[in-house]
């Protein structure tokens, strides 16, 4: 079955700079790529996602970059924030298909200080 | 729309007791998932469903956890009787294709086994 790497596990930067988190999946039907931000106490939530017809994807500060060959995704965060403090979470599925759970990476708590 | 609801928020037992869950998934949603997340570590799915009937269940501890969505809506997880292992954060989440098959998550069930 599908495994998913995440790393780092804690990643600490300073507010204004950039954050980067790497993730690798096993399985090379795997198609959709979700990055989910979880608060301390609250529900997951998706930030971005990329499937994998496509090599990136961008929406203001964020982006998602997909290597299908290498068979690894990336989030990039740019200008960070302390309100991007989060654990973020990275997971890929078979998009579509007649299950399409989702299988998580461990995340990475990500602190921005100010 | 309304998000995905869940009860209780938090619950405390000790072990061999039962427990359960209750979920709401977004109206319309007909997939819902129950996933297990595990202090530190990203959510595992325990059981998908499509409206009533079971997709995946191959990893729930079938012994002692069962799940149920009888009219395709709400859903139930029962756990009986509670291991101390089973300390954890209960997740529901609901897609649908007219959602994009995005999983939309809930506040989750904490429950602690002592």
């Known amino acids: 079955g599908e495994n998913v790497e995440q790393h780092p596990s804690t990643l600490s930067v300073q507010e204004g700079d950039s954050a980067v988190i790497k993730c690798t999946y096993s399985d090379s039907a795997s198609n959709y790529f979700p990055w989910y931000k979880q608060e301390l106490g609250k529900r997951p939530q998706l930030i971005i996602d990329i499937r994998s017809n496509v090599g990136e994807k961008k929406d203001q500060r964020i982006a998602v970059t997909l290597n299908k060959t290498a068979k690894h995704f990336s989030l990039h965060i740019t200008e960070t924030q302390p309100e991007d403090s989060a654990v973020y979470f990275c997971a890929a599925s078979i998009f579509g298909g007649s299950q399409g759970n989702l299988i998580f990476g461990k995340g990475t708590k990500l602190s921005v200080k100010p | 729309e309304a998000g995905v609801a869940q009860s209780p928020r938090y619950k405390i037992i000790e072990k061999r007791q039962s427990v359960a869950f209750w979920c709401n998934p977004i109206s319309g949603h007909a997939t819902l998932y129950w996933y297990q997340q595990i202090l530190g570590q990203g959510p595992k799915l325990l059981i998908q469903?499509?409206?009533?009937?079971?997709?995946?269940d191959s990893q729930l501890p079938k012994d002692r956890f069962s799940a149920e969505r009888l009219k395709g809506v709400d859903s139930t997880l029962k756990i009986q009787p509670a291991k101390l292992e089973d300390s954890a954060v209960y997740l529901c989440a609901s897609s649908s294709p007219t959602s994009g098959n995005i999983q939309y998550f809930g506040a989750g069930t904490r429950l602690s086994v002592l």
């Open positions: 469903f499509q409206n009533n009937g079971v997709v995946d």
